[in-house]
C-alpha cells in the first residue's frame, strides 16, 4: 500500500513560473524525501528533509515538512521546460530503511 | 563513477513464465533494493538485500524472490507471471544499513506479461 498522496495528481504551468507540489502521508516519519521521473525512467534523487528540519533549500527547490499535519509541499521556483516530469514523495514510514511513495504529480512545463 | 544499471531495458513474457531481472549497484554501494512501479502508480518496495541476504521484504507473494552476489549485484526473479506483474521494476542502491541514507535508482527494466 501508498502511504503518501500527492497533490495535485496532474499540473500544467508556463515556464518560469512557480510550481507547487503537495504530499500528505499517514504514519510518523524519521525523513521524507522527493524524487523525479522523466518519462516512466529511473527515479532521480532531489531532496531528503529530516522531521526535525522544517524547511530545506537545494537550488530552485525549496522543500517545507509540517509533522504535525504530516504533511511536505516541494515548491520549484522559475520553472524551466526541462522540469517536466513527475514527482514523488517517499517516506521511510518511521524508521524502516524501505521508501514508501505516493502516486506522483506529473508536471508539465510549457515553452 | 558508474551509476546503477540494469538489464534487460525491456522484456515481454507470457503468462505462466519465469523471469530474471539483473541489477549492478553504483560503485562503492553494498545495499539492493528492488521495486515495482505499476503504471500510473508510485513505486512499491518488493525487498532490500544486504551482505547477501533479505533484510526486508514489502508485500509481495513468494513467486517473488532474489539474490544478491559477492560483488554486491543483485537478481530479481518472479515466476508464474501473472499479467498483473507487468510494470516497471526498478533497482536502488545505497551504502549500509541501519540509518536515514539517500538510494540511488538505475533506469529500470520494463517487464510486459501477455
Known amino acids: 500500500s501508498q502511504q503518501g498522496e500527492e497533490d495535485p495528481q496532474a499540473l500544467s504551468i508556463q515556464e518560469g513560473e512557480n510550481a507547487t507540489m503537495n504530499c500528505s502521508y499517514k504514519t510518523s516519519i524519521n525523513n521524507l524525501q522527493w524524487y523525479r521521473q522523466n518519462s516512466g525512467r529511473g527515479l532521480v534523487h532531489l531532496i531528503l528533509i529530516r522531521s526535525n528540519e522544517r524547511e530545506k533549500h537545494s537550488g530552485r527547490l525549496r522543500v517545507t515538512l509540517d509533522t504535525s499535519k504530516k504533511s511536505s509541499s516541494l515548491l520549484i521556483t522559475a520553472s524551466r521546460a526541462a522540469d517536466t516530469a513527475s514527482y514523488f514523495c517517499?517516506?521511510?514510514?518511521?524508521?524502516?530503511?524501505?521508501?514508501?511513495f505516493g502516486k506522483g504529480t506529473k508536471l508539465t512545463v510549457n515553452p | 563513477d558508474a551509476g546503477v544499471t540494469q538489464s534487460p531495458t525491456h522484456l515481454i513474457k507470457t503468462r505462466g513464465q519465469q523471469v530474471t531481472l539483473r541489477c549492478s549497484p553504483k560503485s562503492g554501494h553494498d545495499t539492493v533494493s528492488w521495486y515495482q512501479q505499476a503504471l500510473g502508480q508510485g513505486p512499491q518496495f518488493i525487498f532490500q538485500y544486504y551482505e547477501e541476504e533479505e533484510r526486508q521484504r514489502g508485500n509481495f507473494p513468494d513467486r517473488f524472490s532474489g539474490h544478491q552476489f559477492p560483488n554486491y549485484s543483485s537478481e530479481l526473479n518472479v515466476n508464474a507471471l501473472l499479467l498483473g506483474d507487468s510494470a516497471l521494476y526498478l533497482c536502488?542502491?545505497?551504502?549500509?544499513?541501519?540509518?536515514?541514507?539517500?538510494?540511488?535508482f538505475g533506469p529500470g527494466t520494463r517487464l510486459t506479461v501477455l
Open positions: 517517499a517516506t521511510d514510514g518511521g524508521g524502516s530503511e524501505k521508501l514508501v
Open positions: 536502488a542502491s545505497s551504502l549500509g544499513v541501519g540509518r536515514i541514507r539517500e538510494q540511488f
